[in-house]
């Protein structure tokens, strides 16, 4: 849902910038703010909390199983594992494209 409040929002920023370009004067559309929005340090601190839950569940399974423990599959193992292995490497791309961003910005001329 707000994914396409967001998009909504960025369209109308568009075709405001497209119009004052062609030098056509636009009436400024108010922007509406959701301030129920979570904030982007909560939304990352989130994910990074998922991937610890995911990796540690993994850790329990796999020495569960090594302990001979009857109730758990080898494919409940490795299904936890690709999962848990897949968050990880989503959550270091995400950090990989924060770093490049920064650095990008940092050297931008004043």
């Not at 075709?15 to 301030?35: L, Y």
């Amino acid at each position: 849902m707000t994914q396409g409040v967001e998009f909504n929002r960025l369209m109308l920023q568009m075709r405001s910038m497209q119009m004052e370009a062609m030098n056509r004067p636009q009436a400024p559309t108010p922007v509406e703010q959701n301030v129920n929005a979570p904030a982007f340090d909560d939304l990352l601190k989130n994910a990074v909390d998922r991937v610890n839950e995911l990796q540690k569940t993994t850790s329990e399974l796999r020495t569960g199983y090594e302990m001979g423990d009857q109730g758990i599959d080898l494919t409940e193992v490795m299904i936890a594992s690709q999962k848990s292995s897949v968050a990880f490497q989503a959550a270091l791309q995400v950090r990989n494209k924060m770093v490049s961003a920064y650095e990008s910005i940092m050297n931008m001329p004043i």
